[in-house]
């Protein structure tokens, strides 16, 4: 059972910035691609950002592009997110999750909440 863990957000006012991290038990996190989606109040889950399992490709959600950075380290089993000049429409609960052998999303976190002033 793999377990995903996310800390890091908070309030912060606009033009700041958070790191978000999420911590994954186990010892396969290296096997997998990881991804991070943020889910709006009243709105279904958007994607964020994704990291294949060696961190050499990233891909972005077009709101973010520029602004936030994913990375993982898979010595201490953490995939982060970086984001910086946030804006309100960045208000969410980001959640992390793996991406499975099906290419779909199996395990997800509790999720963070963070929210941005204006």
């Known amino acids: 059972q793999v377990q995903l863990g996310e800390s890091g957000g908070g309030l912060v006012q606009a033009g700041g910035s958070l790191r978000l991290s999420c911590a994954a038990s186990g010892r396969t996190f290296g096997d997998y691609a990881m991804g991070w989606v943020r889910q709006a109040p009243g709105k279904e889950g958007d994607f964020v950002a994704s990291?294949?399992?060696?961190?050499?490709?990233?891909s972005y959600a077009a709101p973010v592009k520029g602004r936030f950075t994913i990375s993982r380290d898979n010595a201490k089993n953490t995939v982060y997110l970086q984001m910086n000049v946030l804006k309100p429409e960045d208000t969410a609960v980001y959640y992390c999750?793996?991406?499975?052998?099906?290419?779909?999303?199996?395990?997800w976190g509790q999720g963070t909440q963070v929210t941005v002033s204006s």
């Open positions: 999750a793996r991406r499975g052998p099906s290419g779909q999303y199996d395990y």
């Open positions: 990291i294949s399992r060696s961190g050499s490709i990233k």
